[in-house]
């Protein structure tokens, strides 16, 4: 799957679909992008120290004939050359791998799935305090939530939905999200998602007089 790519026309469609779904409900929706919940440094330092290892002892099983090898090179040589030659390579093999677990399709087969799973929900958690989601007037915002490396959409509701609509209500929603991610169609699927938002919505939280729109309806593209 390649990355995803968002034009100004995919923007303009998803703020014009939270601009119509909200017209139905007293409820509000956010959604936010970000490229990864996390940074998985220590994950990567792992996968680049374990590659570095594997190729020191790997390195190890032939230091004889290396050596040797070395020796007819060399005229002048020293054990010394074998030492900084094992301290270079294995450096080197280190760095390249350390730049391989940056690519997404590596992060995702050496980071757990569990972490990735955790890291999400808390990046999203984190959001929907810091967005103001949490503060809407009758606590009836949800938080769309859509994190690219992990391929994962948590959906956060606020108590006053989730007292009304119990999750397993959303699933769909959010399966049909993450089978745009898969499929490259996520501005679509994305669009699709936040229409049927607004018609569960409706159904608990219909339109009342005087409504007003308490959150942004653009796609919030956020840093990590």
């Known amino acids: 799957m390649s990355r995803i790519s968002l034009s100004k026309e995919d923007l303009v469609k998803i703020k014009e679909a939270t601009r119509e779904a909200e017209s139905k409900t007293s409820g509000e929706i956010a959604t ?12 990567e330092m792992l996968f680049a120290f374990f590659c570095g290892f594997i190729y020191f002892v790997g390195m190890m099983m032939i230091a004889q004939r290396l050596e040797h090898l070395m020796q007819e090179i060399f005229w002048g040589y020293n054990s010394a050359y074998l030492v900084m030659f094992y301290g270079f390579t294995t450096f080197t093999v280190m760095a390249f791998a350390y730049m391989m677990a940056n690519v997404q399709f590596v992060d995702r087969l050496i980071i757990p799935k569990a972490v990735m799973r955790l890291k999400v929900n808390q990046r999203a958690t984190r959001y929907f305090l810091e967005s103001g989601v949490l503060n809407t007037r009758d606590r ?5 939530f859509i994190s690219e490396l992990e391929r994962r ?3 956060v509701a606020d108590k006053g939905i989730s007292a009304k609509i119990p999750p397993d209500k959303w699933e769909y929603i959010v399966a049909h999200i ?5 499929a490259n169609e996520f501005p679509k699927h994305l669009v699709e998602g936040i229409r049927e938002c607004g018609t569960l919505l409706a159904e608990h939280f219909p339109i009342q007089p005087g409504d007003v729109n308490e959150l942004k309806d653009d796609l919030h593209l956020l840093a990590r």
């Open 32 to 43: 936010a992008f970000i490229r990864e919940s996390d940074s998985y440094a220590y994950y």
């Open 140 to 144: 009836s915002g949800i938080l769309i």
């Open 153 to 155: 959409v948590e959906l």
């Open 178 to 182: 993450i089978d745009g991610i898969h």
